[in-house]
C-alpha cells in the first residue's frame, strides 16, 4: 500500500519554464491538498480539492494551477516558475471532509527555480 | 485567516529529558492533531484528538485537547536521539462553512536531542 505518491522527487527549474508535480493516492481518500513547505513558515496551503471535480484556493494560491483529474489524482502547475517558488510541495490526502479524518502525507517534492 | 501559534519555535535537549510544546488558536477547532517530520520526509501523524479534555497517550508521546477547545499540547518523555525532527500542531476549525476541508498548520517545533 504505497499511501501518497508524488513524482518528482527533485526538480531544477531556470525562471518562466513551467511544470507539473504529479499526486497519487490509493487510499480511496475523498480530500487532497497541496501545500510549500518553507524555513520557518510551517505548511501552507496552496490549493485543495474537498472532493472530486471540487478545487479550492488556499492560503498561497498565486502563480499555482491544480487539477483533479479523477479520485486517485490531484496536480499542481506551475505556468511560470519563480525563484520565490522554490521550496519543498507536499501533497496530502484525507478519507473525509469531516472532522475526524487526519491528513495523510507524501514525501514532497523538492523544487529549485534558478 | 486562521492563526495557529505553536511553541516553542526550537528546543535543545540532553537524552532522557522530557520534552512539552503546545499550540493555541483564536478560535474553537473541534480536532487537533500532531505530526512529526524526519529530514527529508513528509509529516506523519502522531496523534489525533476529536474531543475537548481528551487526552491521548503513543507511546512515550501525550497529548491532551484542550477544554476551552482553543488549544493543545504534546508531551514527550524521556527523549531519545530518535525524537529529532519538526513537530507540528495542525487544527480543523469548528466552523466547517467557511473552511470546509481545510487544516490549519502550526509553524512547527524544531526538536534536537543531544546524546
Known amino acids: 500500500n504505497a499511501g501518497v505518491t508524488q513524482t518528482p522527487k527533485f526538480q531544477v527549474l531556470k525562471t518562466g519554464q513551467s511544470m507539473t508535480l504529479q499526486c497519487a493516492q490509493d487510499?480511496?481518500?475523498?480530500?487532497m491538498y497541496w501545500y510549500r513547505q518553507d524555513p520557518g513558515m510551517g505548511l501552507r496551503l496552496i490549493y485543495y480539492?474537498?472532493?472530486?471535480?471540487?478545487?479550492d484556493k488556499g492560503e498561497v494560491p498565486n502563480g499555482y494551477n491544480v487539477s483533479r483529474l479523477n479520485k486517485r489524482e490531484f496536480s499542481l502547475r506551475l505556468e511560470s516558475a519563480a525563484p520565490s517558488q522554490t521550496s519543498v510541495y507536499f501533497c496530502?490526502?484525507?478519507?473525509?471532509?469531516?472532522?475526524?479524518?487526519?491528513?495523510?502525507f507524501g514525501n514532497g517534492t523538492r523544487l529549485t527555480v534558478t | 485567516g486562521q492563526q495557529l501559534n505553536q511553541s516553542p519555535q526550537s528546543m535543545f535537549i540532553q537524552e532522557g529529558e522530557d520534552v512539552s510544546m503546545n499550540c493555541t488558536s483564536s478560535?474553537?477547532?473541534?480536532?487537533w492533531l500532531w505530526y512529526k517530520q524526519d529530514p527529508g520526509e513528509g509529516p506523519v501523524l502522531l496523534i489525533a484528538?476529536?474531543?475537548?479534555?481528551e487526552l491521548t497517550s503513543n507511546g512515550r508521546l501525550t497529548a491532551q485537547f484542550g477544554i476551552t477547545r482553543k488549544d493543545s499540547f504534546l508531551n514527550i518523555s524521556a527523549s531519545i536521539p530518535s525524537d529529532v525532527g519538526i513537530y507540528f500542531c495542525?487544527?480543523?476549525?469548528?466552523?466547517?462553512?467557511?473552511?470546509?476541508?481545510?487544516?490549519?498548520f502550526g509553524r512547527g517545533t524544531q526538536l534536537t536531542v543531544w546524546p
Open positions: 480539492s474537498a472532493s472530486e471535480g471540487t478545487t
Open positions: 484528538l476529536y474531543k475537548a479534555g
Open positions: 487510499m480511496n481518500h475523498n480530500s
Open positions: 478560535s474553537i477547532f473541534n480536532t
Open positions: 496530502a490526502s484525507r478519507f473525509l471532509t469531516g472532522y475526524n479524518s487526519p491528513l495523510h
Open positions: 495542525a487544527g480543523q476549525p469548528a466552523d466547517r462553512g467557511s473552511t470546509l476541508g481545510r487544516l490549519y
